[in-house]
């Protein structure tokens, strides 16, 4: 990560005397944490969005956040990439540890932390240019040196893209279908070789083919990368996720494995949204 001097005006953040802790003990898979959000606290202006939230996120893994809509999933997401520094107002308190640094510390440059921390949006925002310069676009302005021919292949092949687009890779981004839209945001994340990857709610726009579609990518990508991911479908979160978490109201309620959650939780709040009685 590139400590330097901040080209965005962060939040204000508030001092705490919690100190830093570089690793958790609960540790499965891989036996590494991505990310670590300990006791993280967001604010807009008065309003608590986001309320002491500690989250540990298991390296090349698929963690899934639920909850009702104005729970905190989003900003929580945000936090991770720095994304809430562009929100006026914002506040935040707390640490977000990557590769055992603080992502909000001072003189951690938001753009380097978003160069390995990639995030997918919820509509497809592909940009009125051509598929490849789409996909090379971000590797260009973060000056990277290699093949971009390859890189974009790469990128599309990961993204489950190429073989649809490889004899039109001149024609606009815009021209391709939602589902094939959203894969290419998909591939120009990729394209910065990322270590985390960020969703959210990434197939709510699409229909059922291209969400199943993106789902398949989902898990296929989790080899090599870490992915977070927000959804408000809860079948997606138990096909896809190995962890779930669910919000509520700004606050963790409840966080274990995925299979777990869904079988055996150990919160009425938990089981009563899964299955529909509340939220």
Known sequence: M???????????????????????TEKTGTGRLALDAQDVHVYYDTFHAVKGISLPIHEKEITALIGPSGCGKSTLLRCFNRMN??????????QILYKNQDIYAAGVDPVAVRRRIGMVFQKPN??????YNNVAWGAKI??????????????LRQAALWDEVKDKLQQSGLSLSGGQQQRLCIARTLAIQPDVILMDEPASALDPIASSK???????LKKDYTIVVVTHNMQQAARVSDRTALLWLGELVEY???QTIFTNPSQQKTEDYITGRHG
């Open 85 to 94: 520094d562009v929100v006026s107002g914002v506040r935040i308190e707390g």
């Open 142 to 155: 973060n000056g990277y040196k290699g093949n971009m021919d390859e890189l974009v292949e790469k990128s």
């Open 2 to 24: 590139v400590a330097n001097t901040m080209t965005t005006e962060a939040p204000q953040r508030i001092a705490t005397a919690k100190p830093v802790v570089a690793e958790r």
């Open 256 to 258: 274990d494995e995925t």
């Open 214 to 220: 993106i789902e398949e990518l989902m898990l296929e």
């Open 126 to 131: 592909p940009f009125p240019k051509s598929i």
